[in-house]
């Protein structure tokens, strides 16, 4: 397994609905995990951490699944502006610097 | 307060030109990257500077040669590039690398054209 996996998509949604995608990671003894959100030509923006089971911001919600070792992240009600690429983040092994996935696109479409 | 700020924007340089980026945070945070980013790609991970040293080297090409001035500042200095080093560069700082809920915030990037 890779050390971060994430479906590239694209993810072509209708305003309103309800996505979900998932991250999955080979090191099992990982602590901490990131989402960031990348708009086109721009730059990372960090949407949620998450150190235990989950984190839930408005209609962003990312859980955790030690047993399975993947996390998600849930986003509710998709408007347009929610288009983006969603990268998943966590460290690579003791305190090395953070490995991201490759992302997952979406589009919100009206 | 969470702003990287990086200079310049964009920049255009031949394969025998000097250059540097430079980033700056005042967030107080004694871990800075940097990372190059091509289209479609994540974050590749290049340098780390932890507390000024230079910490984690991906084995990057001399080309690029990083600076850490002091604590607020980071510099990558650039020299014979090549067409395939043209991506986004993008600097990131955090409160100390390696702790739990150590948290990355990225600057806007260069966008870096090499002709």
């Known amino acids: 397994r890779k050390e971060v996996e994430q479906d590239p998509g694209p993810f072509n949604v209708p305003e309103g609905a309800t996505v979900a995608f998932n991250c999955t990671y080979s090191?099992?003894?990982?602590?901490?995990f990131f989402w960031y959100r990348q708009d086109c030509r721009k730059e990372p923006k960090l949407l949620m951490s998450v150190y235990s089971s989950g984190n839930e911001d408005g209609r962003f919600t990312a859980q955790l699944n030690r047993a399975s070792q993947y996390i998600s992240l849930l986003i509710r009600d998709s408007k347009l502006s929610d288009s983006a690429t969603y990268l998943c983040a966590l460290p690579n092994s003791g305190n090395t610097p953070l490995v991201f996935g490759k992302g997952t696109r979406l589009s919100v479409i009206a | 307060d969470t702003e990287v700020t990086q200079t310049p924007k964009h920049l255009v340089m031949g394969m025998t030109n000097k250059k540097s980026l430079k980033c700056e945070q005042h967030?107080?945070?004694?871990?800075m990257y940097w990372y190059k980013q091509k289209a479609k790609k994540p974050p590749e991970l290049m340098f780390v500077y932890s507390y000024e040293k230079l910490s984690i080297n991906e084995s990057v090409p001399s080309r690029f040669s990083p600076e850490c001035p002091n604590s607020s500042l980071l510099n990558l200095h650039l020299h014979a590039l090549q067409p395939e080093d043209s991506a986004l560069y993008l600097c990131?700082?955090?409160?100390?690398?390696?702790?739990?809920?150590?948290?990355?915030?990225f600057g806007p990037g260069t966008r870096l054209t090499v002709l």
């Open positions: 990131a700082s955090s409160q100390e690398q390696g702790t739990l809920t150590d948290t990355q915030y």
């Open positions: 090191n099992s003894a990982s602590q901490s």
């Open positions: 967030m107080g945070h004694r871990a």
